[in-house]
T-cell receptor, first 111, second 116 residues
Framework: DQQVKQNSPSLSVQEGRISILNCDYT??????FLWYKKYPAEGPTFLIS?????DKNEDGRFTVFLNKSAKHLSLHIVPSQPGDSAVYFC??????????FGAGTTVTVRA | DVKVTQSSRYLVKRTGEKVFLECVQD?????MFWYRQDPGLGLRLIYF???????EKGDIPEGYSVSREKKERFSLILESASTNQTSMYLC???????????????FGPGTRLTVL
């Protein structure tokens, strides 16, 4: 039973516009959340994270929002660039070293 | 920069063969992990290790075993490969400790295994 869900398998966005990726989780013990980006034939690379004591974290064009009451987080990419085309995985941890991953969302940025 | 390397990028094996996948990290990380990635399922944890010679089962350990004889090296073993083990295998490592940074895992490039 997947504890982390990304319900949109794909997202297509115009270059320069905002990309919004969503993630829901069921385990209330999760207290740390991460987003990873993966290009084909490469391993995932860490993108941005947020602790459960915060509701927002920004890093350049990337912002993650956390709504604990709704058990929902989202990743905003503004502005979207062609190099952002990749698979994005949401992950969560209950501070036990392990990460639970969602199924991923494939983002395509159109020129 | 953390570097996690995996012994092969692509591997083709036959059903019933014993398969070894090797992973090496160069940052003195305590924790190491093996995942498989399948379309629509994301990354699923097979096994992890939090110290030399220590291992714990993840979510899908059946058909796999692991070995960690040295801190920097974590091996995944498919005892008798089957076609349903065709997948992308990813190794990761993370820092020890109690801060949030311990949860950030660093991944290798992956091994695409095909079992015929």
């Amino acid at each position: 039973d997947q504890q982390v869900k990304q319900n949109s398998p794909s997202l297509s966005v115009q270059e320069g516009r905002i990309s919004i990726l969503n993630c829901d989780y069921t385990n209330s013990m999760f207290d740390y959340f991460l987003w990873y980006k993966k290009y084909p034939a490469e391993g995932p690379t860490f993108l941005i994270s947020i602790s459960s004591i915060k509701d927002k974290n920004e890093d350049g064009r990337f912002t993650v929002f956390l709504n604990k009451s709704a058990k929902h987080l989202s990743l905003h990419i503004v502005p979207s660039q062609p190099g952002d085309s990749a698979v994005y995985f949401c992950a969560a941890s209950a501070s036990d070293y392990k990460l639970s991953f969602g199924a991923g969302t494939t983002v395509t940025v159109r020129a | 920069d953390v570097k996690v390397t995996q012994s092969s990028r692509y591997l083709v094996k036959r059903t019933g063969e014993k398969v070894f996948l090797e992973c090496v990290q160069d940052m003195d990380h305590e924790n190491m992990f093996w995942y498989r990635q399948d379309p629509g399922l994301g990354l699923r944890l097979i096994y992890f290790s939090y110290d030399v010679k220590m291992k714990e089962k993840g979510d899908i350990p059946e058909g796999y075993s692991v070995s960690r004889e040295k801190k920097e090296r974590f091996s995944l073993i498919l005892e008798s490969a089957s076609t349903n083990q065709t997948s992308m295998y990813l190794c990761a490592s993370s820092f020890p400790g109690t801060s949030d940074i311990t949860d950030t895992q660093y991944f290798g490039p992956g091994t695409r295994l095909t079992v015929l």
